[in-house]
């Protein structure tokens, strides 16, 4: 078995900067590099014929690695461009009308997300926001047509209770449409066992894959019978035959759309590799003693830590509310230590598999010695940006 620290060496960023951003945007694995120059070898050789060597069929092929990783069977995971389509093709499947028009979902949510639900209240939908640290499972009922949640939050790491939501959902016959982007790749996840309906994420984070990746899970009885209205051309059950009439393709390949995004296809095998090599229990062992001594060593600083501490609750990612948290981030930026932080939230630390413990205390040092001096105060009026 691959030792995860050996694994550095493969993420050429991790040798120019205290890297531990792996929340928002995963370090590039170099091999990422190589398959994007086979993306542009195979189109400059094979021209037109790539699509049918492979290159048509990537949202389903690679959709099934994804699928591994988040314990979906294959042929149920299809690649889209980011998660505002994957949950729009979701939202496009149903009628919104009474009795079942409610959509039930938590403040907490990505904007993506809270965006695109928000704006079908114009066209039947009736929003049910649940404030952070309210019940979502408690305000579903029988009216209740679709709950996007988080399994991760973004702003504080928290792992939801999506076994009660889901269960809830269930007794009730609404879809719960799970928001995995923050756990997928760092937290264990099995979207059969859970049952969910839907479950969409991406590669930005920690999948290592980069951005122009989404990918969405159908759960498989649904995909056989749901029917998607924002369609296209790949979702028919023959593309190629450009039939004037939609015939929807069998099972999750319904719930595609328009031409692939190809190079970022080639991109992200390199990074979900990596991760199915160290293996979702090593890596999730690994981040919950980094994140633990992340803690330790806030605590002992006097930071306020605003992540939960019970290791069962937190995902990858510790978020610490310290003075001044904008302008403390620019200037560990300089000091090439990459992290962000959140409006309202802290400043958010999220080490990957290969991070190491000499890491977390070099830029808490730091942080403690920025705050002690001042010497972020020529920053201030910083905002968050990515
Ligand atoms: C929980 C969560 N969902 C979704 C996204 C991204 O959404 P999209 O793919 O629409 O950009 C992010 C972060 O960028 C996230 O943290």
Not at 287 to 304: H, M
Not at 338 to 355: A, K, M, Q, Y
């Amino acid at each position: 078995m691959t030792d995860p620290l050996e694994l550095r060496a493969r993420f050429p960023i991790l040798a120019e900067t205290t890297y531990l951003i792996n929340h928002s945007l995963g370090a590039m694995p170099a091999e990422a590099e190589t398959r994007l120059g086979e993306y542009a070898q195979t189109w400059k050789t094979r021209g037109v014929r790539a699509w049918g060597e492979g290159w048509w069929t990537m949202p389903m092929t690679v959709g099934d690695q994804v699928g591994r990783i988040v314990g979906a069977p294959p042929g149920s995971t299809v690649m889209h461009q980011n998660v505002a389509i994957a949950e729009a093709i979701v939202l496009s499947c149903f009628r919104l009308e009474p009795p079942r028009n409610r959509i039930v979902y938590e403040e907490a949510n990505f904007p993506s997300v809270r965006y695109l639900y928000q704006a079908q209240a114009d066209r039947g939908a009736e929003i049910v926001v649940v404030p952070e640290g309210e019940s979502v499972a408690a305000a579903i009922d029988e009216r209740t047509l679709l709950v996007p949640i988080s399994h991760v939050l973004f702003r504080t790491g928290e792992i939801q209770d999506v076994e009660a939501i889901c269960r809830r959902a269930e007794e009730v016959g609404a879809h719960v449409v799970l928001d995995a982007y923050q756990s997928a790749g760092v937290v264990p996840l099995d979207v059969t066992a859970l049952g969910v309906s839907f479950a969409v994420g991406g590669s930005v984070k920690w999948l290592c894959g980069g951005p122009g990746n989404g990918w969405l899970y159908v759960r498989p009885d649904l995909a056989e019978r749901l029917e998607p209205t924002f369609v296209g051309w790949q979702a028919h059950a023959r593309p190629f035959a450009f039939e004037p009439e939609l015939e929807y393709a069998e099972g999750a390949a319904r719930f595609l759309t328009g031409t692939p995004n190809v190079p970022a296809l080639y991109a992200a095998t390199a990074g979900y590799d990596v991760i199915e090599e160290v293996g979702i229990a090593r890596i999730r062992e690994r981040s919950l003693r980094l994140t633990a001594l992340l803690i330790e060593l806030a605590d002992r600083a006097g930071f306020e830590v605003v992540s939960p501490r019970e290791p069962e609750r937190r995902g990858g990612t510790v978020t610490m509310r310290i003075p001044g948290f904008q302008a403390v981030h620019r200037e560990l930026g300089e000091r090439g230590i990459v992290c962000d932080f959140r409006p309202e939230s802290g400043l958010r630390i999220g080490p990957h598999f290969f991070n190491t413990e000499d890491e977390l205390r070099f830029a808490v040092e730091q942080i403690a010695e920025i705050v002690e001096t001042g010497a972020h105060e020529r920053h201030s009026g910083a905002v968050a940006r990515f």
